[in-house]
């Protein structure tokens, strides 16, 4: 198991609502970065975080948005929820980007679904 | 931009057999390429990591070899077991190297 959690596990949202997504990166990593499965589908990558600053971001609107804190944990916000957002989010930690020679871990995800 | 295929879509074998899953990618300038394993509605767990300057990675009853040249890796299972069944994606970073590109997974099925 690696230290990457993220909470909460799962969320039940109404279109239009708001919702923030949390991440706790493992210790000693400086990096994180998000991403959306659907359904059958492979992960595709909504932003990284690399030491406190966005470093990347994939083809999302900018409703998906983040922050990342000084203790390297990261926070996922989407506003103006649509029926398409209904997916697993899923949370990497690693050390120095994804350029780095260090694994990125992943957390359990977090089950979104927009009614 | 860089683009990761997986063959086959899905694999039903029975328990014992060796297994060998695909995976190609576009950009060969790559750092590195990671296998991870997905179980129903799980997050990912981190199988291999190959660097660019290794040509096979092992752990276990799991071989993956990386040959940039041709844009290929393959994961090599040995011995299958039942507990094998998930889906596996291979992923690959981008030309920027931000971000890994995943392919769509090889679900594996495992039969007793």
């Known amino acids: 198991e690696t230290g990457v959690t993220q909470s909460p596990t799962h969320l039940i949202k109404t279109r239009g609502q708001q919702v923030t997504l949390r991440c706790s990166s493992q210790s000693g990593h400086n990096t994180v970065s998000w991403y959306q499965q659907a359904l059958g589908q492979g992960p595709q990558f909504i932003f990284q975080?690399?030491?406190?600053?966005?470093?990347g971001r994939g083809n999302f609107p900018p409703r998906f948005s983040g922050l990342q804190f000084p203790n390297y944990s990261s926070e996922l916000n989407v506003n103006a929820l649509e029926l398409d957002d209904s997916a697993l989010y899923l949370c990497?930690?690693?050390?120095?980007?994804?350029?780095?020679?260090?694994?990125?871990?992943f957390g359990q995800g977090t089950r979104l679904t927009v009614v | 931009k860089q683009e990761v295929t997986q063959i086959p879509a899905a694999l039903s074998v029975p328990e014992g057999e060796n297994l060998v899953l695909n995976c190609s990618f576009t950009d060969s300038a790559i750092y590195n390429l990671q296998w991870f394993r997905q179980d129903p509605g799980k997050g990912l767990t981190s199988l291999l990591l190959?660097?660019?300057?290794?040509r096979e990675q092992t752990s276990g009853r799991l071989n993956a070899s990386l040959d940039k040249s041709s844009g290929r890796s393959t994961l090599y299972i040995a011995a299958s077991q039942p507990g094998d069944s998930a889906t596996y994606l291979c992923a690959a970073p981008d030309n920027y190297g931000q971000n890994f590109v995943f392919g769509p997974g090889t679900r594996l099925s495992v039969l007793p």
């Open positions: 190959i660097q660019s300057s290794q």
């Open positions: 975080y690399y030491r406190e600053e966005e470093n």
């Open positions: 990497a930690s690693s050390w120095g980007g994804v350029r780095g020679d260090t694994e990125a871990f």
